[in-house]
């Protein structure tokens, strides 16, 4: 059965910075796009970052433009994203996703990771 994991997330204070990853459990997921999602309580979930799946085209909700960054180490089977200057507004539960077709704002990716906590503190 293919897997998503995601260890991390955590709890930082506004401005800081917090790394995620997000490791499959086959190879071919490198073929896959992937990307990460998150949903804030009340709210529906909504898109945040995509990568292709050789990693050269990369795609950002605009909210976190400029803050946040995607990659892929395709050799490890890992997508991460770096989040830097952190707002609470960030604060939400992050889940890792990934597709056999672009993973883009109103995507259904096929596969999903079982989310991890991300609080951002004033």
């Known amino acids: 059965q293919v897997q998503l994991v995601e260890p991390g997330g955590g709890l930082v204070q506004a401005g800081g910075s917090l790394r995620l990853s997000c490791v499959a459990s086959?190879?071919?997921?490198?073929?896959?796009?992937r990307g990460w999602f998150r949903q804030a309580p009340g709210k529906e979930r909504e898109f945040v970052a995509a990568i292709s799946g050789s990693g050269v085209i990369k795609s950002y909700a605009d909210s976190v433009k400029g803050r946040f960054t995607i990659s892929r180490d395709n050799a490890k089977n890992t997508v991460y994203l770096q989040m830097n200057s952190l707002k609470p507004g960030d604060t939400a539960v992050y889940y890792c996703a990934a597709a056999s077709s672009p993973i883009q704002l109103g995507s259904r990716p096929d596969y999903w990771g079982q989310g991890t906590q991300v609080t951002v503190s004033s």
């Open positions: 086959e190879r071919t997921f490198s073929n896959y796009a």
